[in-house]
């Protein structure tokens, strides 16, 4: 080795010896304070973990809701008699008469005309689409008038209670003819009608309402409450005139 190689090794040498003699006098100098506070801190290029507790934590509280967003509907809602006929007409699907909507709604004949008067005053000012009309002797909330062209477009008549011509022209005759007997309808259609007659009664439109004073005692038919909800009638005496009637388009 050279004497400019020795050189250059005991000045790195003498370099390293003065370097490690310094730190320790620098830790001395640094105070009790600041030495807690280096040994606290985090040793360097190590991330925090956080604690997933607190995560979950968090989350669980994000995914409660406030009972105050929520009210219980009960608690501020009191039904009253003319909201409680308004319930009872909705969910019925026929008329119901004044006396059992009194037994149900426990109340006398007279509240429940005076509500439904004002039920149907409310109908009429929010302009709704509905209201109760009295049908087959009862009360039913029914569908105006003038939304029948979109009703007809959502409702479809199922098959069993799809009513044929010949069906048709027998319940006609009976409903304007009742009590009738089978052989006066079979004498105005000209053809047997004990098949269709079955057929009406099957559906629960015609009835044997009693029986003729004549030889045999035959049978006598007429029209069922069913009929008169069917086609919203009243009473009989609501079906048109045999005047008003038009005559089928060729």
């Known amino acids: 080795m050279t004497e400019k190689h020795e050189e250059q090794v005991e000045t790195t040498v003498q370099d390293v010896e003065e370097q ?4 320790p006098q620098l830790d001395a100098e640094a105070g009790p304070d600041e030495q807690a506070g280096a040994d606290a801190a985090p040793a360097p290029g190590i991330d925090e973990q956080a604690d997933p507790r607190a ?3 968090t989350e669980e509280r994000t995914d409660e809701q406030d009972p105050t967003d929520s009210p219980d509907l009960n ?3 009191e039904p009253t008699v003319e ?3 308004e319930a009872v ?3 019925s699907d026929e008329s119901l008469s004044e006396s059992r909507l009194v037994n149900i709604v426990e109340t006398t004949a007279k509240q429940i005309r005076m509500h439904v008067k004002s039920l149907n005053a409310k109908y009429r000012d929010n302009n709704n689409a509905f209201r109760i009309e009295q049908i087959a002797g009862g009360y039913q909330m029914l569908t105006l008038s003038p939304y029948n062209h979109w009703l007809k477009k959502l409702l479809r008549a199922r098959s069993d209670s799809k009513l044929s011509p010949a069906a048709l022209e027998t319940l006609a005759i009976i409903a304007y003819k009742q009590p009738v007997m089978r052989a006066d309808i079979e ?3 000209g053809v047997a009608a004990g098949e269709v007659i079955r057929s ?3 559906k629960g439109l015609v009835k ?3 029986r003729a004073e004549v030889l045999g005692r035959p049978m006598l038919y007429g029209t069922t409450r069913k009929f008169l909800e069917i086609f919203g009638l009243n009473s009989l005496k609501d079906l048109p005139k045999v005047e008003e009637l038009k005559p089928p388009s060729d």
């Open 55 to 57: 995560e979950n934590d």
């Open 89 to 91: 007409l909705f969910a």
């Open 75 to 77: 608690e501020q809602f």
């Open 187 to 189: 004498a105005i259609r």
């Open 20 to 23: 490690s003699q310094a730190e």
């Open 208 to 210: 044997i309402v009693g």
């Open 83 to 85: 909201s409680v006929i």
């Open 200 to 202: 009406l009664m099957y």
